[in-house]
């Protein structure tokens, strides 16, 4: 899509607190929480084809009433001692931003009519707002609500990822969707509980957690481009064709495309063969069993189990090969690697991820950002904004004839995009090939 560009006109920001008094309290983070990584913000975005009109007022009173239930996102973060990360519930609220779009939606579409991240103009549709992208003593949401010219919207916001997860703030969302459309209350009501990803005292760890290798960072490298790649469902039955019959049954559409994407990756990104390469799932811990998570459980509870291989083994194994890395790294989802995870976390002082020829993959299809109704209906698109380099992020999208399929949002250096686009394609026919040779 080539990227285009639109005038916004903003009101003056204002901050919407809780409709209701709340209790005024600190409240501590857990240890997944309070990762250095996750001292950021990170933005999302929902388009809508009609409300436009009226969507700022209703998400306004939304927004208040939601911040009753959830009324540490209306408070500040703040260390103590050791750095420890702890939310003041001081009930100030979250940042609201109006604001009007020269544009309609279907100038914003691709030409297949569809929405695909990235987006133009994105630093308008969620303008940094003076003050406010603190980690600390800073608003922990920012939210804009554009009104465009075709009488649809966009819902904008940036989260401190330190409060939440994907599934978090998505839980939040839905909780605001649903009392903009007139419920009395959240279906899911909201749970703190942060001691239970506490590390143990003493921080015993238990595992030797590659995920944080002491290596030094890589450079960043330069001229990165933003591609979303759409994936039918016939797409992903193609690749699973190549898979052998022990496989083809069994494996998870997660399993197929991330083993198939770090294939792609690491041949477009021309690893050397002895080199080390690096698989990270960011995995969801609710539901694992012996933590016991409750139900509305909102912070952070993902882990990064970690496989390693080199390139050359990477490349020359068959897709079944790498399936299998997959499925090994999926297995360390326990209760025991996770109180590890926070374990190592406070033992070495907040360690950061082993960056080099890192592929961190995030599965987002299943957090709710696509559902999210304020009232007029599901959005054309719900979900993330960007992806970093060595992140992909796989969406929920809808195509131009209204099926729905997996976007795979990654970031790379242009001519490493060129390759990766044709590896999609080389690796497609290689499986094929590879099936009629082996699995006949």
């Known amino acids: 899509m080539t990227m285009m560009s639109f005038a916004v006109r903003r009101r003056e920001p204002e901050l919407v ?21 996750l001292r950021c913000h990170v933005p999302f975005v929902h388009f809508y084809r009609a409300g436009g009109l009226d969507a700022a007022g209703v998400i306004r009173r939304a927004l208040g009433e939601a911040l009753v239930p959830y009324y540490p996102l209306a408070g500040r973060l703040r260390e103590v001692e050791g750095r420890k990360l702890v939310v ?33 103009s994105m630093d308008q549709l969620l303008f940094d707002v003076e003050g406010s992208g603190g980690v600390l003593h800073c608003p922990l949401l920012l939210v804009q609500v554009t009104r465009l010219l075709c009488g649809g919207f ?8 330190a409060m939440c997860d994907a599934i978090g703030i998505s839980q939040f969302l839905l909780a605001v969707g649903e009392l903009a ?39 960043l490298p330069g001229d990165l481009v933003t591609r979303t790649f759409s994936m039918k469902l016939n797409d992903i039955a193609k690749i699973r064709k190549g898979l052998p019959p022990r496989l083809r049954a069994t494996a998870t559409t997660f399993e197929v495309l991330t083993a198939y994407l770090w294939r792609a990756r690491t041949a477009a990104l021309e690893v050397p063969p002895g080199e080390d390469v690096r698989l990270v799932i960011i995995a969801n811990l609710r539901g694992v069993d012996e933590l016991n998570l409750p139900a509305g459980y909102y912070g952070n509870a993902c882990i990064a189990p970690t496989a390693i291989t080199t390139a050359e083994a990477l490349r020359r194994g068959s897709l079944g090969d790498t399936v299998e890395l997959v499925r090994d790294a999926k297995a360390a989802v326990t209760a025991e690697y996770a109180r590890s995870t926070a374990d190592v976390l406070v033992r070495r002082g907040r360690p950061v991820m082993a960056l080099v020829n890192v592929f ?4 987002q299809r299943h957090a709710g950002f696509h ?6 209906g599901e959005p054309v698109y719900g979900g993330t904004v960007d992806a970093l380099f060595g992140l992909a992020l796989l969406v929920t999208v809808n195509n131009s004839d209204g099926e729905s399929g997996v976007g795979v949002l990654v970031s790379l250096p242009r001519p490493a995009m060129e390759r990766f686009a044709s590896e999609m394609v080389t690796l497609s026919k290689y499986n094929k090939h590879e099936r009629e040779a082996r699995y006949c």
């Open 371 to 376: 559902r999210l109704d304020l009232g007029w």
């Open 181 to 219: 459309r007139g419920l009395p209350a959240p279906t899911v009501q909201p749970t703190w509980c942060r001691e239970l990803l506490e590390a143990r005292i003493p921080p015993e760890p238990a595992f030797p957690h590659r995920e944080f290798d002491a290596v030094p960072p890589p450079p």
């Open 154 to 161: 966009v819902f904008a916001l940036r989260l401190n990822h």
């Open 88 to 120: 003041d519930c001081t009930g100030e609220g979250v940042l609201l931003v109006e604001a009007y779009a020269d544009v309609r939606l279907v100038e914003i579409e691709d030409a297949g009519g569809c929405l695909r991240a990235p987006f133009p």
């Open 360 to 363: 961190a993959v995030s599965d």
């Open 17 to 37: 607190g809780p409709a209701m008094p709340t209790p005024h309290e600190t409240k501590r983070l857990s240890d997944l929480d309070d990762q250095e990584a």
